[in-house]
């Protein structure tokens, strides 16, 4: 584990560090590449009884490292949805282990769960999920809430995140008030606010043109370039130009598992802890340090 922070003391090269305050902080970059996030063994997801009987997920395997963005793939009805949910930890499997983090996920009590779900995971759903009562500002502020963040905080973090999307003129504007393209982007940057490491995406393409489609992509892109692990689900082969990983399921199973880039050069998580006084994360691409 490399400390950047040393760079600041000794005006040392690193952008990162001679960005942040003085003795206010230290950045880690961690060495994670290859950190299994997500194991997932012999999972099943069964509906019904009897005649009735039906699986959406039958004996899965998957093993996710950090950085990787993965793209699901697959006809309606083989599980797509149901694999994400349970990695979302919005649902749970009949049976098979799901180790999040190191930590199985059977034992743990429904409170730590949803603490857990606040803190790693942000959700993009196809219909943007937004609150139509809040205004933009609040929806992006919301997940806050569950980890306790001051109000003026959670404020100041969502008109932050608004800003990197060009929204932050949006703010005020309540989620009908904008477009499908813009809508999305909202809740993109709800599903960061938090800095969660690891984002679901449910065909968050699938109610936009092909332009709105691209900027959502190219956001997923940015932030899957900060070393944040991507899991997302589509209809749309031409959007997997931007996985490091395809997947294609059958019938709540792996048909096809094609690895595009190598896991050594996936991208690195830059984490921010603070020590004295409060350090700003920073959301800067680390594209650069990938080698
Ligand atoms: N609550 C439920 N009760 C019974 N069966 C269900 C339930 N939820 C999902 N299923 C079934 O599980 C299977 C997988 O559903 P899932 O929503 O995961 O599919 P999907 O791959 O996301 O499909 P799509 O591409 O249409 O979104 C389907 O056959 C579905 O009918
Ligand atoms: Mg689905």
Do not use: W
Not at 35 to 51: A, C, N
Not at 86 to 106: F, H, K, M, P, Q
Not at 161 to 189: C, D, K, M, N
Not at 260 to 282: C, H, M, Y
């Amino acid at each position: 584990m490399e400390s950047v922070c040393a760079g600041n003391r000794t005006g040392g090269s690193n952008p990162l560090a001679s960005a942040m305050p003085k003795n206010r902080c230290s950045i880690l970059l961690r060495d994670k590449m290859n950190e299994e996030i997500i194991q997932i063994k012999g999972l099943t997801k069964r509906y019904g009884y009897g005649d009735t009987e039906s699986f959406a997920l039958k004996d899965f395997d998957l093993t996710i490292r950090r950085g990787e963005f993965i793209m699901i793939m697959g006809p309606s009805g083989c599980g797509k949805t149901t694999l994400l949910n349970i990695i979302g930890l919005l649902d749970r499997a009949t049976s098979g282990e799901y180790i999040l983090n190191g930590e199985d996920v059977a034992g743990i009590s429904s409170r730590r769960k949803a603490r857990l779900r606040a803190k790693k995971i942000g959700f993009i759903f196809q219909n943007y999920n937004l609150i139509q009562d809040l205004s933009v500002l609040e929806n992006v502020a919301l997940p806050l809430v569950y980890i306790n963040r001051p109000r003026t905080v959670r404020l100041k973090n969502a008109s932050d995140t608004l800003r990197r999307f060009h929204l932050q003129e949006r703010e005020y504007y309540l989620p009908s008030q904008l477009s499908g393209g813009q809508q999305q982007r909202v809740a993109i940057a709800r599903a960061i606010v938090s800095d969660p490491e690891i984002i679901l995406a449910d065909e968050p393409t699938g109610n936009l043109d092909s332009r709105a489609s691209i900027a959502v992509m190219e956001e997923l892109k940015s932030i899957h370039e900060e070393g944040n692990t991507i899991i997302m689900v589509t209809h749309n082969p031409a959007l997997t130009v931007y996985a490091t990983r395809v997947i294609n399921m059958l019938d709540g199973q792996i048909n096809t598992d094609i690895k595009t880039v190598a896991d050594q050069n996936l991208p690195q998580k830059i984490e921010v802890k603070r020590t004295r006084g409060k350090a700003k994360r920073s959301r800067k691409s680390n594209k650069g340090r990938k080698n």
